[in-house]
Each structure stands twice: as structure tokens, then as C-alpha cells.
């Protein structure tokens, strides 16, 4: 799965954390979303994890500043299984 496949995906876990429509890109970040607090965070990691079927190790996320950083990291762990 490639960064593109990813975003697309993690559109539709946007979709269902968000109670208004934000668009996800590559440079998109919680500093763009209102919305977009810590608990809100939390919930959407447990989303994305359930949605690509992985598991975050800790401080893996901490490290992403956007959303195409997040998908970079997906990715990663898609292909380490």
C-alpha cells in the first residue's frame, strides 16, 4: 500500500471521527482542525489502527507532524506485517 492508498483510507476514519467533513492531506494537521484535540487525537489513532488492522508501538505517533507523516508510518508497519 503506497501513501496515496493510505490517505484515501484514513479519509473515511476522518469521516467517522470528525463531525464536520475535513479534508485529508499529506500536510493536513491538528493545528488545521478545530476539532482536532487530545482526546479526539486518541480516538483517531485507535480508529486508524483498527482501520489498517495495526498496532502503534508507544511514541511511534508522537513523532508524525502531519497526516502524510502518519500515512509514511502506516505504511511502514503494513509492510513489517
Do not use: C
Not at 479526539?40 to 508524525?64: D, P, W, Y
Not at 497526516?67 to 513489517?80: E, T
Request: charged share 30%; no cysteine.
Amino acid at each position: 500500500m503506497q501513501q496515496q492508498e493510505v490517505i484515501a483510507k484514513l479519509q473515511e476514519v476522518f469521516d467517522g471521527a470528525f463531525l464536520q467533513r475535513v479534508e485529508v492531506s499529506p500536510e493536513l494537521s491538528a493545528r488545521d482542525v478545530e476539532e482536532w484535540d487530545s482526546l479526539t487525537h486518541v480516538s483517531l489513532i485507535i480508529a486508524v489502527e483498527q482501520a489498517f488492522g495495526i498496532r502503534f508501538r508507544v511514541g511511534e505517533v508522537e513523532g508524525t507532524k502531519n497526516v502524510g507523516d502518519l500515512a509514511d508510518l502506516i505504511v511502514k508497519r503494513l509492510s513489517k506485517g
